[in-house]
């Protein structure tokens, strides 16, 4: 929040506080606590646009090591990840007496999708108090859905914040290796019937996001090598850093 995160800056607003709303936040407002009492600076002064980061890429592409490596690296940052509800969501399978299996019919229909919601709604909450959220998620389908990225860049506009999905590129043959390494619950199924699983998985890179005018809407982060998440990390933190 640089336009009010200085010290130097504390006298000016509350000289002009008589001028700035003390009721609830809206979307377009700043909170700033001062003196126990809540100011809010319109958005418009300030010199950054605030920022949601999805990291993105099909199940063990490297999504939580980069993810926590670029927000080690980032300043004002909030870091989520969509894998801190799978304690949740196991609850849901014992009350309902299911078999953990997040490849099932029951997954999709009853947890799926809200577990997608609850980290966004954290997210958006977020950014009413940093600059940058950054969410650790697959995101598969949503990043697939034009419709759903349109309508998300336009709530983050009313919070004075754009989007920026990072997508991992690594090869299946890569992802399964790290799966097996992993050796997570959550993989037994992918792992156990592989060749059926992967034919639904799309690797291909989401395009249809990139508008060639703006620099930092689709971010490639290549992960199939050391050599590669060096040059990835380096230059995709460059980008992030400067617009």
């Known amino acids: ?37 809540n100011f809010y600076v319109p958005t418009n002064e300030r010199t950054t646009m605030k920022r949601m980061i999805f990291v993105t890429s099909p199940p063990a592409c490297g999504k939580t090591f980069i993810s926590k490596q670029l927000a080690a690296n980032l300043e004002h940052v909030v870091y989520l990840d969509k894998d801190t509800l799978i304690p949740l969501s196991k609850q849901i399978f014992r009350v309902a007496k299911k078999p953990y299996d997040r490849s099932s019919d029951f997954f999709e229909e009853q947890i799926r999708d809200y577990e997608y919601q609850v980290i966004l709604d954290l997210g958006m909450e977020a950014l009413a108090y940093d600059d940058t959220v950054l969410i650790n998620a697959p995101f598969t389908r949503e990043i697939r859905d034009a419709g759903y990225i349109a309508a998300l ?17 690594t090869t299946p043959e890569v992802c399964r290796e790290r799966m097996l390494r992993r050796n ?35 971010l490639l982060f290549y992960n199939s090598s050391e050599a590669e998440y060096l040059k990835s990390m380096h230059d995709v933190l460059a980008v992030l850093e400067c617009v």
């Open 153 to 169: 860049r336009e709530k983050l506009k009313t919070l004075g914040a754009k989007l920026t999905i990072i997508w991992v590129v």
């Open 184 to 218: 997570s619950d959550r993989d037994v199924y992918k792992i156990k019937h592989w060749d059926e699983d992967i034919r639904s998985v799309d690797f291909s890179v989401p395009s249809h996001l990139d508008d060639p005018s703006v620099k930092d809407d689709l």
């Open 1 to 37: 929040m640089t336009a009010i995160c200085g010290f130097d800056k504390i006298n000016h607003i509350i000289h002009h506080a008589e001028h700035i709303r003390q009721d609830k936040p809206s979307p377009g407002n700043v909170l700033l606590l001062q003196a126990g009492q």
